[in-house]
């Protein structure tokens, strides 16, 4: 992620999306990221990689990401080029993990927004604007530290550039 803002269209998801619904363990055994990509989410939505443009954002009600710990769902999901995921709350290993490879896990009230709305979503200020309804939804702020990973791509990138926790 090079910057802080996002535009994307919703493609939405409700509760308890758990990781083997992000991606079915029987993929889970490839190094081949494309592939997994090609099977995000087919088993509750199995047009969705027809239907998933590269900048749309993935919106879920509450508990997204739970089940295993596997870390090719978050992987899955960015290689799928999904710019965000906005969900009211998320499975703490999913989140962690997101955060860790540059995937946007973002917590805000997402009953205002529906499936194929166009979204904006300012990760410097803190708020989605849902274009489609003109709302404006508050994000739970994000520490500085998790900020700076993101711009930088994920942990990984960030510790080459900066060796430590420099930004935060």
């Known amino acids: 992620m090079s910057d ?5 269209k919703a493609h939405k998801f ?8 992000i991606i079915a363990g029987k993929y889970t055994k490839t190094l081949n990221l494309s592939d997994l990509a090609a099977h995000l989410f087919e088993d509750i939505d199995p047009e969705f990689s027809k239907k998933m443009k590269r900048g749309n954002m993935v919106v879920a009600g509450k508990n997204f ?3 295993s710990s596997r870390e090719q769902a978050p992987i899955a999901i960015k290689e799928s080029g999904v710019s965000a995921v906005l969900s009211k709350s998320f499975a703490r290993i999913f989140f962690r993990n997101a955060i860790n490879i540059g995937l946007p896990a973002l ?3 997402t009953d205002e927004i529906d499936d194929g709305d166009e979204l904006e979503v300012d990760l410097e200020r803190g708020f989605v604007l849902n274009i489609s309804k003109d709302i404006k939804i508050p994000m739970e702020k994000m520490p500085d530290i998790m900020k700076a990973i993101l711009k930088e791509g994920g942990l990984v990138p960030y510790l080459k550039k900066y060796g430590d926790f420099a930004a935060g």
């Open 14 to 21: 409700g509760d308890d999306v758990n990781t083997d619904y």
């Open 4 to 8: 802080l803002l996002l535009k994307g």
């Open 65 to 67: 990401g739970c089940g």
């Open 107 to 109: 917590v805000c009230d």
